[in-house]
């Protein structure tokens, strides 16, 4: 079953925050963000097992509540370079080999 | 890095027409997978491989048929092209930590 996304879209100005939201109605093992820029392949920018650990790398960080079934990824402080369409992907069973089911994705627009 | 790359990034065909795209990867990877992406849809799996001469049906495999007789490369077939299989086919491969590497894309018209 195809996870939630919210927004579908927003636009930013630079230095702005924003989150983007990924639930599901079935239990969730893991959570993987991909960020895609217009023309380009979809880029891997994180993975949150179970265990609501929340991960970032420079200023981008995702959490995962797996009680909840969902997860959140907060870009803080955004660049131009933040702009592109983000989806969240969850496997469709337990096992990390699975193929993700993704999100129908949230188009993030920065501006200067 | 990985690497994955696809035969085309842009493709025009006719309907009826028997169509190939091959996917390439260069990390010995195990599993690899057939995407479509249209717009407000999002990605939608077709195929999917675990390994070589293996292969499953995903949620959309009507039309679409796939061949994996190298462990690094995987096709997929159209066995008789219509324009709503007009779309972006990504394809992508499953690194150790299970993230996923996808190819550029083709962009398929089918006229």
């Known amino acids: 079953q195809q996870p939630v996304q919210s927004p579908q879209a927003v636009i930013l100005r630079e230095g702005e925050d924003a989150v983007i939201n990924c639930s599901s109605s079935?239990?969730?093992?893991?959570v993987h963000w991909y960020r895609q820029k217009h023309g380009e392949a979809p880029i891997f920018l994180m993975i949150l097992l179970k265990g609501g650990e929340q991960k970032g790398h420079d200023k981008i960080s995702a959490s995962f509540n797996e009680k909840k079934q969902q997860s959140s990824l907060y870009l803080t402080a955004s660049q131009l370079s933040y702009s592109g369409t983000y989806f969240c992907?969850?496997?469709?069973?337990?096992?990390?080999?699975?193929?993700?089911?993704f999100g129908k994705g949230t188009r993030l627009s920065v501006i200067a | 890095d990985v690497k994955v790359t696809q035969s085309s990034r842009y493709l025009v065909k006719r309907t009826g027409e028997k169509v190939f795209l091959e996917c390439v990867q260069d990390?010995?990877?195990?599993?690899m997978f057939w995407y479509r992406q249209d717009p407000g849809l999002g990605l939608r799996l077709i195929y999917f491989?675990?390994?070589?001469?293996?292969?499953e049906k995903g949620d959309i495999p009507e039309g679409y048929s796939v061949s994996r007789e190298k462990k690094e490369r995987f096709s997929l077939i159209l066995e008789s092209a219509s324009t709503n299989q007009t779309s972006m086919y990504l394809c992508a491969s499953i690194g150790l930590y299970y993230e996923q590497y996808f190819g550029p894309g083709t962009r398929l018209t089918v006229t």
């Open positions: 079935k239990a969730l093992y893991s």
């Open positions: 990390m010995d990877h195990e599993n």
């Open positions: 992907g969850t496997p469709s069973s337990y096992s990390g080999n699975t193929p993700l089911v």
């Open positions: 491989s675990y390994d070589v001469k293996m292969k």
